[in-house]
């Protein structure tokens, strides 16, 4: 496999479930991202992760837990969500060198409804 | 405050003709400016940026834009559309002052390419 690939590409759950969202890079890059995107807004940057380790959290709810156990994983724990969570998730990564910002490459997304 | 507009919700284009999807930033320092496409139920798909040098840049399916620093706008464009070209456009600024992997995005615009 070659890209960014995210599982499940749709998932359903309750608010009282849990759930977890996975992304795989195979690209070799440093950096891993999870975005969220609901209709007509820009993306949402909600974690980022340099070389395994955590350098944005924007304020997201602890509702979301992310995890990075090594550069090519990245996972979204999800537990007691509401509604309005339901959204796409996108995962990417990218190549950063200090010097100029590389671009992002992203996965397919999850789907996710929460009921 | 950092910002990205993108004025125009949707952009009609008949196939053939020349096509400009706009985006205007706002950021403290230099900026590195990015155009990313998405087609429907697809993550988001790198087209071109700028960081520096040449104002005019030329990237993936045909497509360019043009760095404008005096009216701070980075305008997506291509001489003649084709209805392959119909997805949503995002636009994304970067500080070149921040160390950060902050990527401020526009809403996106929905470019529809009528035969």
């Known amino acids: 496999e070659t890209g960014v690939t995210q599982t499940p590409r749709h998932l359903v759950m309750g608010m009282t479930n849990k759930k977890s969202l996975k992304c795989e890079q195979h690209?070799?890059?440093?950096?891993m991202y999870w975005y969220k995107q609901s209709a007509k807004k820009p993306l949402e940057l909600m974690f980022v992760?340099?070389?395994?380790?955590?350098?944005e959290n924007n304020s997201v709810p602890s509702r979301f837990s992310p995890e990075c156990p090594n550069s090519s994983h990245l996972f979204l724990h999800l537990h007691t969500l509401q509604p309005e969570d339901s959204a796409l998730y996108l995962c990417?990564?990218?190549?950063?060198?200090?010097?100029?910002?590389?671009?992002?490459?992203f996965g397919e997304g999850s789907r996710l409804t929460v009921l | 405050a950092q910002s990205v507009a993108q004025p125009e919700d949707q952009v009609n284009v008949a196939e053939g003709n020349p096509l400009t999807v706009k985006c205007t930033y706002s950021?403290?320092?230099?900026?590195?400016l990015f155009w990313y496409v998405q087609y429907p139920n697809r993550g988001l798909q790198f087209l071109l940026k700028y960081i520096t040098g040449d104002n005019l840049v030329k990237g993936s399916y045909g497509f360019e834009a043009e760095f404008n620093k005096s009216q701070t706008s980075f305008h997506l464009k291509k001489p003649s559309a084709l209805v392959s070209d119909s997805a949503l456009y995002f636009c994304a600024v970067r500080d070149g002052r921040d160390s950060n992997y902050q990527l401020i995005w526009g809403a996106g615009t929905k470019l529809i390419i009528k035969p």
């Open positions: 690209l070799g890059h440093n950096a």
């Open positions: 950021v403290s320092g230099n900026p590195y």
């Open positions: 992760y340099n070389f395994k380790e955590q350098t």
């Open positions: 990417a990564s990218s190549q950063e060198s200090g010097l100029t910002p590389g671009e992002l490459f």
